[in-house]
């Protein structure tokens, strides 16, 4: 019996002992394929979600991120690519979220809190910036975190006012300034034609397009013109079309609403700016516009060709263009809400009443020690009543001195002419270039093609110094201008020079090389990195295609012991 027992239990110890073994192997791959498919499949719906959610697949998009955010709970926590990871998921979730609930505001004004949804998103935004800035090989990602979490503080504002914006509670009617910036002016383009939008309700319910030299043949009585405007133009008198002289665009602003209610008997609520090439990358949304009455389709690529060879067709292609942007779909549309963000955010578009208003002057002191406040802003106007400002290429250079009593500037500008075509559309550049310079401001030399200038004018506007000066640039040439001026200082030992370069709107980009010279002394911190930096000079070479802003905290004499 007992020999009967141990062998009847030797089989099921038998397979005790080999229970194990049958499930090891499968156990050893299962744990490296779990280990290098749980970061790829992570990585993917991250990837889907962002590049869905740019495309304006909303849909796509949101299930990309939840899907990304449950898998982003599996694991523990103990990495911070991990937390990362989870942090960008509930970002994306957000970010569609809000993203779906202003289109569906803007197609049908509800009781949606966007204002709210906005906010949990900058927070989210505000956690996703913390956890990214000691991870330094995720600095893309950084960097583009800073620009959405910017982008959404600075449009919290906009979506507070959106419900008066588009008329939730009643009618209004918004005064579209629709600028050509073949024919640079002040505020972006000269202001061939204009559109009245009606509102009611929130719902957009009539456009109409008005060509400002039919308006203007009913202004009764003569208005006169700005002083310098009379002097480049040669004209007496004041109309619509020129209304934009002010490159501020709140002043240009009102009196456009001047003007229409003399010539058309209406009352605009609010002004908004658009030059052509902001209506132009519209295209890239709205897709080809077919123009019958022309036999022409019109494309993003096409466009200028077209309008060079027959500028008669605007009227019909604005036309056009609004009719298809009240029929967008729900992409489309998002599309063109970033293109017009873009344009606010690069200064070719303006809203009155809003951060975007366009205003000329100088921002507040950004740091809690004394400012130097400096403002430089140029701008061109092209008075040769042609369509030459596609054929300029533009390229700059503003050199700062600094010292302890006294500032000296110095800014050069090339101003050269690609077409060697005299006729209109093309011919001379005849460009009125305003700069407008820091209060105190005491122009010393003004200089074209290396000769003093013959004439050139000294004002104030918007408690800035103005100088004025007129330049002639044939075709396939170049001119050249510089000016020299100088502002008396009284520094603080310690401060902040603070410099703030606006870009023109409807200009085209064009390099500018920005140098502050310091005597060897002074101690300075910049929070924009140089491009070049030595004892006593920091140089920084940057597009003009946005703002610029040069912030720089100077110690005197911190180096010799003073």
């Not at 800073?146 to 919290?156: E, G």
């Not at 009617?173 to 640079?184: F, Y």
């Not at 409807?506 to 090389?513: E, N, S």
């Not at 140089?530 to 703002?547: C, F, K, V």
């Amino acid at each position: 019996m007992p020999f009967r027992l141990i062998t009847e239990e030797l089989p099921e110890q038998k397979s005790i002992k080999k229970q194990p073994a049958r499930y090891a192997l499968p156990f050893i791959i299962f744990i490296p394929l779990l280990f290098i498919s749980y970061p790829i499949s992570l990585y993917f719906f991250l990837r889907c979600s962002a590049s869905q959610f740019l495309r304006g697949n909303f849909s796509t998009s949101l299930t990309c991120a939840k899907l990304s955010s449950r898998l982003s709970q599996l694991a523990p926590q103990v990495s911070p690519y991990l937390v990362v990871s989870r942090q960008l998921s509930e970002t994306l979730v957000l970010a569609n979220q809000f993203a779906t609930g202003a289109l569906s505001y803007l197609q049908s004004p509800n009781t949606t809190n966007l204002s709210f949804s906005l906010s949990r998103l900058s927070d989210s935004l505000a956690f996703l910036q913390a956890g990214l800035q000691p991870l330094p090989r995720l600095a893309p990602l950084l960097l583009r975190v800073n620009t959405a979490r910017a982008l959404a503080q600075k449009i919290s504002p906009l979506v507070s006012s959106l419900p008066e914006l588009i008329s939730v509670n009643g009618k209004s009617t918004i005064l579209v300034l629709l600028q050509d910036s073949t024919e640079l002016r002040p505020t972006g383009g000269f202001l061939s034609h204009i559109a009245l939008l009606t509102l009611d309700s929130g719902r957009l319910i009539n456009v109409q397009i008005y060509d400002t030299a039919s308006t203007d043949s009913q202004l009764r009585g003569q208005v006169s013109p700005p002083a310098d405007l009379s002097r480049v133009i040669g004209e007496s008198s004041w109309f619509l079309r020129d209304s934009n002289w002010d490159p501020d665009f709140p002043s240009s602003a009102a009196r456009a609403i001047w003007f229409v209610n003399k010539e058309l008997s209406l009352s605009p609520d609010r002004v908004v700016s658009l030059n052509l090439e902001t209506l132009v990358e519209l295209l890239s949304a709205t897709g080809p516009l077919r123009l019958p009455e022309l036999n022409l389709t019109v494309t993003k690529q096409s466009f200028y060709s077209q309008y060079l060879a027959r500028p008669d067709f605007l009227s019909l292609f604005y036309q056009r263009l609004f009719d298809r942007l009240r029929a967008l779909n729900s992409t489309q549309l998002f599309q063109v809400l970033g293109v017009i963000i873009n344009s606010l955010e690069s200064r070719q578009a303006f809203i009155t009443s809003t951060v975007w208003d366009g205003q000329v002057a100088p921002p507040a002191c950004r740091s809690t020690l004394p400012c130097l406040n400096n403002y430089f802003y140029a701008v061109s106007s092209n008075v040769g009543v042609n369509k030459t400002n596609l054929s300029i290429r533009t390229t700059a250079q503003l050199a700062v001195q600094l010292a302890p009593t006294r500032a000296d500037f110095s800014y050069q500008a090339d101003f050269t002419h690609t077409s060697s075509q005299t006729n209109w559309p093309s011919g001379r550049y005849k460009n009125y270039l305003r700069l407008y310079l820091p209060p105190q401001s005491q122009p010393d030399a003004v200089l074209v093609n290396g000769q003093p200038a013959s004439v050139y004018y000294v004002t104030a506007e918007h408690g800035l110094v103005v100088l004025g000066v007129l330049i002639d640039i044939p075709p396939a040439s170049t001119a050249k201008l510089s000016v020299r001026w100088h502002q008396p200082l009284i520094l603080s030992s310690r401060f902040r020079y603070q410099l703030d370069i606006p870009n023109q709107p409807g200009q085209l980009p064009y390099p500018i090389t920005v140098t502050v010279t310091y005597p060897k002394g002074w101690f300075a911190t910049t929070a924009t990195t140089p491009t070049l930096a030595s004892a006593g000079q920091l140089q920084y070479n940057q597009p003009l295609s946005r703002p610029l802003r040069f912030d720089i905290d100077f110690a005197q004499g911190v180096l010799n012991g003073n």
